[in-house]
């Protein structure tokens, strides 16, 4: 019998495993962990990891996924009504949101595109809080969300390498702004 994600319960169970598995190794080892690792604490085949996560970037975005959705949803309940400011504020946010496994900078922006609930709501209000800028001319017209997500990736690894404070990530962003910011 399937359940509502269309599973199987059997299946449904390896799923939700192999996911407490993963955020279980990336929280102790970082994105990189070995998936072999994954499924052995998960007490799955490797093959049975592969059927649900076809890659390590659909796996990172699963076990991601939750905390994407939370961090969308407060964005859009922020109340920031100044498009640079809420710009600003989510922007930091996902920056320290890569920082939650060592090695995620790295594959943020293929997670990004993975199409998870999670990820789809990221990209939604990133190119909200982009429009809304763009619309009040806050933020330079020629930005496309894509810039965005390769400008915060860099950020993120360069966070993730200096091991970087809130201080720190808040003046890269700014410096990122500033180069956005329409005159």
Not at 87 to 93: K, N
Not at 129 to 138: I, M
Not at 142 to 169: K, W
């Amino acid at each position: 019998m399937k359940n509502e994600t269309g599973l199987r319960a059997d299946a449904q169970r390896n799923r939700e495993r192999i996911l407490a598995a993963a955020e279980t190794l990336f929280l102790e080892r970082g994105a990189g962990a070995s998936l072999e690792e994954v499924a052995k604490r998960a007490g799955v085949g490797i093959g049975t990891l592969y059927r649900r996560f076809p890659s390590r970037e659909a796996l990172l975005a699963a076990t991601w996924n939750a905390r994407l959705l939370a961090f969308a949803q407060a964005s859009r309940e922020g109340g920031e009504r100044d498009p640079l400011n809420a710009m600003r504020v989510f922007l930091e946010g996902l920056v320290r949101h890569t920082q939650t496994w060592q090695g995620m900078a790295s594959s943020l922006g293929t997670v990004l595109q993975s199409g998870t609930p999670g990820c789809q709501a990221i990209t939604e209000e990133g190119c909200r809080l982009l429009s809304c800028g763009q619309q009040t001319g806050t933020l330079r017209s020629d930005i496309t969300f894509d810039d965005i997500v390769y400008v915060i990736t860099a950020t993120s690894l360069t966070a993730e390498q200096e091991n970087a404070s809130a201080t720190r990530i808040a003046h890269l962003i700014d410096l990122f702004l500033n180069g956005i910011h329409a005159r």
